[in-house]
């Protein structure tokens, strides 16, 4: 857009019904965009007016306008030139999907397609593809998700629109428990160590924790206790990068003991130890949490 002011960014997400747009609005918020689902069109350039001129910190807007909102490609014309000598940096992203997978996607999710109602899905989507046609042709980014998986797509719609270096930190937890507690909700992974010898019935070590060091030794000098640790170390390098790959930000791997008050906390505070180490310098975030201690 000519003398667009680039500071203040629009990327407007529309297309075939079924090709995406929810998850591309979500990817949009992810990276720090004000979103707003199905906004009346004629509303656009008023709304711009009242963010440029309010005191609110918005500079980066993401919306979605399709046929839901009746009859809006008439207006669409006029509403780009206000837009444009509103000089806010307009993109419009179109999703386009073939036929064949949109109609199983409708029959997939059991949904009616907003254009047939009570008619076959396939004539909905075609005279979808026929009001949409005008806007399609002003599309300054064109994605065709017919092979995509959400995750795919999240990852181009973020890679296409974000304004900053991508932030791939992810959280790596590692939390103890007791299972005599119930399981917590957060669990991602699930390790039981109940079959390690218990501190608890050592006397000098039962009041207290794993995060003592005598505790820590009498748990972790034992054998078995060594091959478990290295066994769950090379697993979780191996999951990480699969983790990430699908574009998970966070993983919560729980280690539970009885109580979680002896073994599976020492297992934690040293799963964690190795880790803060291995990965010393990456973008992955390193934590213990220790549910059931004092």
């Not at 992810?30 to 005191?55: A, E």
């Not at 599309?139 to 791939?168: C, G, M, V, W, Y």
Request: aromatic share 8%.
């Amino acid at each position: 857009m000519v003398n667009a002011d680039v500071s203040f960014q629009i990327v407007w997400i529309s297309g075939l019904s079924g090709s995406g747009k929810t998850t591309a609005i979500k990817a949009l918020e992810d990276i720090g965009y004000f979103c707003i689902d199905n906004l009346p069109i004629v509303l656009l350039p008023t709304f711009i007016r009242l963010i440029k001129g309010s005191r609110v910190d918005i500079s980066k807007i993401g919306l979605v306008v399709d046929v839901r909102e009746k009859e809006f490609l008439k207006d669409l014309q006029k509403v780009l030139v206000q837009i444009e000598k509103l000089k806010a940096h307009l993109r419009i992203c179109y999703l386009e999907t073939s036929d064949d997978v949109l109609v199983t996607r409708f029959k997939t999710t059991r949904r009616k397609h907003p254009l047939a109602p009570t008619g076959k899905v396939i004539d909905g989507i075609q005279h979808e593809r026929k009001i949409l046609s005008p806007l399609k042709e002003k599309a300054d980014q064109i994605i065709d998700t017919s092979n995509l998986s959400i995750h795919e797509l999240r990852k181009r719609i973020i890679k296409t629109f974000s304004l900053e270096p991508p932030q791939e930190e992810m959280s790596l937890t590692f939390l103890s428990f007791g299972f005599k507690y119930g399981l917590p909700a957060e669990l991602d992974l699930l390790f039981d160590v109940r079959f390690l010898p218990n501190p608890f019935f050592v006397q000098d070590l039962k009041n207290l924790t794993g995060l003592h060091e005598s505790v820590r030794n009498y748990v972790l000098n034992n054998q078995i206790a060594k091959k478990f640790l290295s066994h769950v170390e090379e697993f979780l390098k191996f999951l990480i990068p699969q983790y990430r790959e699908e574009g998970k930000t966070y993983l919560t791997v729980g280690i539970g003991c009885t109580g979680g008050v002896h073994r599976s906390v020492a297992i934690a505070k040293e799963l964690r130890t190795r880790f803060e180490k291995n990965l010393r310098g990456s973008s992955i975030l390193v934590r213990d949490e220790f549910r059931d201690v004092g």
